[in-house]
């Protein structure tokens, strides 16, 4: 009796593990899905793989090796919204840089990234796209990890790995926003985002 309950164990264990899904096989099993079905179908409840990021400054993070909870973020330096809420994303990493991994990967190439350098807080690990990364019509696939949607995107992974959320888009001043409140709305909309993966 005691070997059938192992035997059944270990089948039932066998099964929970094999349909774990990962985000890469995730997000390419999708190809062709809209951004949201993207989203709510194939990231969300994915785990993390593990990927060596280099930075700009050529240290090595391997996430594998990161114990807390996750913020990858995608940045373009052509893209305005990207631009515009690196004073939203400061504030949000000065409250809460103990709790969570700040990881921004870009379509720039490393000496294009100057202009995020200066402004963006120095506890966010900037990554380039690397020799054999690739950058083309919008996608990135940096370090092995694969970024198909808009820019800026925020990808929200907690402590065991796994896709809580996205978010994409920021607010950006227009006739009828100011930039103090398009700020306020991009504090407000990131804070509540990544208080998802607070335990």
């Not at 690196?86 to 720039?108: G, S």
């Amino acid at each position: 009796m005691k070997r059938f309950v192992s035997f059944l164990l270990i089948i039932l264990a066998t099964s929970v593990f094999a349909q774990k899904k990962y985000y890469n096989q995730a997000v390419n099993s999708c190809a062709g899905k809209s951004s949201e079905e993207l989203i709510d179908k194939c990231i969300k409840d994915s785990y993390l793989l593990n990927y060596d990021f280099t930075t700009d400054e050529g240290k090595v993070v391997s996430t594998k090796d990161i114990k807390k909870p996750i913020v990858i973020l995608a940045a373009a330096g052509w893209s305005a919204p990207c631009i515009g809420q690196i004073p939203a994303i400061n504030e949000i990493v000065d409250i809460y840089h103990k709790d969570f991994e700040f990881i921004m990967i870009f379509w720039d190439k490393k000496d294009k990234l100057g202009r995020f350098k200066e402004k963006v807080d120095s506890r966010v690990l900037l990554v380039p796209p690397g020799e054999l990364d690739k950058v083309e019509q919008g996608n990135l696939d940096i370090s092995g990890f694969v970024h198909k949607l808009d820019y800026p995107t925020a990808y929200l992974i907690d402590k065991n790995k796994k896709f809580v959320d996205v978010k994409r888009g920021a607010a950006i001043p227009s006739k009828t926003v100011t930039r103090e409140q398009a700020n306020e709305t991009n504090i407000s909309e990131l804070e509540k985002f990544i208080k998802q993966a607070l335990n």
